[in-house]
């Protein structure tokens, strides 16, 4: 199983000034790279990138929760406990499906 990477900002700093934070691109064309692989070559992918909130909400939740830690790339150690949380809680849902049918 394939996983897409969770939302990350970029920093920069310009000329005599604070460091400031965007959404780094590169984390939804990793996403988007990782989704195409595994429906090239047949592989289950959970979409984490997409659960978190995708290219709009993705980074923007993480922080908002207080999850994020100040370098804007890393995150506070309960973060890294609910992406395995979460796709424990989709693994358990798609067996229930699974079973049921």
């Known amino acids: 199983m394939l996983t897409t990477p969770p939302g990350s900002y970029e920093s920069f700093r310009q000329r005599n000034r604070r460091r400031t934070y ?3 691109p590169r984390t939804g064309i990793a996403a988007d790279t990782i989704r195409r ?3 090239e070559h047949q592989l289950a992918v959970w979409d984490m990138y ?3 909130g995708g290219a709009e909400r ?3 939740n993480w922080k908002e ?3 994020m830690r100040p370098d804007h790339v890393h995150y506070m150690p309960e973060a890294y ?3 395995g949380e979460l796709l424990y809680e989709a693994i358990i849902n798609a067996y229930n499906q ?3 049918f």
């Open 65 to 67: 929760a207080g999850l």
């Open 81 to 83: 406990a609910l992406p």
């Open 58 to 60: 993705a980074c923007k």
């Open 50 to 52: 997409s659960i978190l």
């Open 98 to 100: 699974y079973v049921v």
């Open 22 to 24: 965007s959404v780094n």
């Open 37 to 39: 692989y595994g429906r």
